[in-house]
């Protein structure tokens, strides 16, 4: 199987194609090699933005890939090859964050955190006209609590359809629902607080 390096988070962004996946199924470890070269970067930025220490995104992003290289037999094609990686990786993430939760009374913030390499549009992003806004919108991201931050990253940063997210949470959808919504306005509170400053809170 492919190994990973650092080196492979500058890997030049061009689409997977099914020829490529065939031949990882097939078991072909060049071609293996090659796809974790071209997906590496936004698989380690999901695990980065859930975890937000690069220590663990790290080791949690080759746990994602052995897992991915182990059930690509089971890849049907019936979602696109990215949703169905950034699935593998967000449930390991997860599953790391509780984990790691359990263990310590505190969480480690991480830094620099580039939000121009995301996979997927983000509707909460494109909000933020600047990056300066954008920056502020990362550290704001990273204050909210973990169930807030991971359903509204999963939903307007990877786009998850809302079945998908409550799946990956173990949450019902209404309650979903009311994650993303009190997460979105949690950090328009924080990044934009002029816009609430009159009047307060309509409807």
């Known amino acids: 199987m492919g190994r990973l390096n650092q080196t492979q988070q500058e890997a030049p962004r061009e689409p997977v194609s099914d020829e490529l996946i065939d031949r990882c199924k097939r078991g072909d470890e060049l071609a293996w090699g090659r796809l974790v070269e071209l997906t590496y970067r936004e698989v380690y930025t999901l695990c980065l933005r859930i975890l937000r220490d690069p220590d663990d995104a790290a080791e949690v ?23 169905w990686l950034y699935r593998i990786a967000s449930n390991a993430a997860i599953s790391r964050y509780r984990s790691r939760k359990r263990r310590q009374d505190h969480e480690v913030a991480s830094e620099d955190l580039d939000l121009s390499t995301r996979p997927g549009e983000a509707s909460t992003e494109g909000a933020a006209g600047t990056r300066v806004e954008v920056d502020l919108l990362e ?3 990273a204050t909210l609590p973990e169930h807030y931050r991971t359903a509204v990253l ?17 949450a019902s959808v209404p309650a979903t629902k009311v994650r993303i919504h009190r997460g979105r306005k949690k950090l328009k509170e924080l990044v934009w607080p002029e816009d609430g400053a009159d009047g307060g809170e309509q409807g």
């Open 61 to 83: 992003t080759q746990d994602a890939y052995v897992k991915a290289w182990r059930g690509l037999k089971s890849f049907r094609g019936d979602s696109q090859f990215s949703t």
């Open 139 to 141: 550290r704001a991201l």
């Open 154 to 170: 999963l939903r307007d940063v990877y786009g998850y359809p809302i079945e998908d997210i409550a799946r990956q949470m173990k």
